[in-house]
């Protein structure tokens, strides 16, 4: 039988930010939702996708002439990529002197990663980490994912899987019961206005959410804190009554500041992002909003990420 299989866009080892402790982060590609905010816009498509440095592009032109599909023009403001006719087979990255193309999805068996995970052993045995499954969102390959969790849980290392939980209970609930700790995110607490800006219904996720609770797995809640769309006041006191009222295993409740930075993901997909001119968040208003959710209840929040004086 063919091993199992799972489509990676990152495995980035040394991580502070998504668990506890030092942690492996790998990210698998596909979403099921579509936020406008996405800092990681490379994960949100299932296939592997070509990305273009144009920091490194050199103007060569190699790529061009080993293109079957005739997807690539040179011009004067750049690379251009026809996704509509790239199959990111990668000959134009092999061609490339510069190494300004690649293609990031690739496919990877469970022992691969494992092999990745296990190297940091040590880190994550002083530090208290371990492995952390993200995206995109981990669940939407879920039999790789629950794999590569109960392979490295056999390891002895600590499990963590960062979901929007917006796939149905029966593709989470393995993959829930298979983890140390659910890093849920919990967006945007108007119905109306989650389903506009996720395509997923609030309904669902936090049906999810409370079966998350149930579960008795330790929960991280996170809410990305996005001007216009998830910075108000209101909608952080929303979220804070959610933890306290259905989610008693949650220990920590995590604010994650905008980052404009995630252009330049965009510009390298070849993608226009609505929010690249957007400023970045103040540390007072992520200070704001912290004490918004202490005072509903919520003892232990964090905020985290770049922001302006």
Same mark, same amino acid.
């Given at each position: 039988m063919a091993a199992i299989t799972g489509r990676l866009f990152n495995i980035q080892r040394d991580s502070t930010e998504d668990g506890p402790g030092i942690r492996t982060t790998v990210f698998l590609k596909g979403c099921v939702m579509h936020c406008p905010w996405c800092h990681n816009p490379e994960g949100i498509r299932s296939n592997p996708e070509l990305v273009w440095y144009k920091a490194r592009c050199i103007g060569a032109g190699d790529c061009? +002439?080993?293109?079957?599909?005739?997807? =690539? +023009?040179?011009?004067a403001d750049g690379m251009l990529v026809d996704r509509t006719l790239c199959d990111a087979c990668g000959k134009c990255v092999e061609a490339c002197p $510069? %190494? $300004?193309?690649?293609?990031? !999805?690739?496919?990877?068996? /469970?022992?691969? /990663?494992? !092999?990745t995970v296990v190297r940091d052993r040590l880190f994550y045995e002083k530090s208290g980490g371990g492995m952390t499954v993200s995206g995109g969102e981990a669940s939407v390959q879920a039999a790789f994912c629950l794999a590569l969790m109960q392979? &490295? #849980? +056999?390891?002895?290392?600590? &499990?963590?899987?960062?979901?929007c939980a917006g796939s149905s209970?029966?593709?989470?609930?393995? =993959? &829930?019961? #298979?983890?140390?700790?659910?890093?849920?995110d919990l967006k945007q607490m108007d119905e109306v206005k989650h389903r506009e800006y996720t395509g997923v219904t609030l309904e669902r996720v936090l049906a999810n959410a409370r079966?998350? $609770?149930? #579960?008795g797995r330790e929960i991280w809640v996170r809410t990305p804190i996005i001007p216009g769309y998830t910075d108000s006041e209101s909608n952080v006191r929303s979220v804070a009554r959610f933890i306290l009222e259905h989610l008693?295993?949650? %220990?920590?409740?995590? =604010? =994650?500041?905008?980052?404009?930075l995630a252009s330049a993901k965009y510009d390298r997909i070849g993608q226009s992002w609505q929010l690249s001119g957007e400023s970045m968040i103040t540390a007072n208003t992520m200070d704001t909003l912290s004490e918004v959710a202490r005072s509903e209840g919520v003892e232990n929040v964090h905020w985290s990420g770049l922001t302006k004086p």
């Open positions: 061009m +002439k080993v293109c079957p599909q005739h997807a =690539l +023009k040179l011009t $510069a %190494t $300004a193309l690649e293609v990031l !999805g690739r496919l990877y068996t /469970v022992d691969e /990663v494992v !092999g392979a &490295v #849980s +056999k390891e002895g290392i600590h &499990v963590a899987i960062e979901t209970w029966e593709t989470l609930r393995p =993959l &829930v019961e #298979s983890a140390n700790l659910i890093l849920l079966r998350v $609770a149930e #579960s008693p295993t949650t %220990t920590r409740y995590d =604010l =994650l500041a905008f980052n404009n």
